[in-house]
């Protein structure tokens, strides 16, 4: 399945959330909905996503730079470090005591 899916499944423990997420080969964005932060942290730095979007599925904006893992895609679009590869970088030396 391609496209914005929202699949309700029961879970037992974070650790099963964890594992089934990131079963998947792709890896574009995924979302949680908690209030609690140490949980937030947690669920974040463990999911194989390039967004993990928090009580929001509507976060994101141009000025962040967004990709994704995995089958989804490898570099960022969108913000500084978007911008950054289609950008040509130039050295200039100048001695003006010669």
């Given at each position: 399945i391609f496209g914005p899916?929202?699949?309700?499944?029961?879970?037992s423990t974070?650790?099963?959330?964890?594992?089934?997420?990131?079963?998947s080969q792709y890896g574009l964005a995924s979302?949680?909905?908690t209030?609690?932060?140490?949980?937030?942290?947690?669920?974040?730095d463990s999911l194989d996503y390039g967004l993990v979007g928090v009580n929001d599925v509507g976060?994101?904006?141009h000025e962040v730079p967004f990709g994704g893992f995995k089958e989804s895609g490898i570099g960022r679009e969108g913000g500084r470090?978007?911008?950054e590869e289609y950008m040509e970088e130039k050295t200039?030396?100048?001695n003006l005591n010669g």
């Open positions: 899916v929202a699949p309700i499944l029961t879970f974070e650790e099963e959330v964890i594992e089934r997420a990131n079963h979302y949680l909905f209030r609690n932060l140490v949980r937030i942290l947690r669920l974040s976060g994101y904006t470090r978007g911008i200039i030396v100048i």
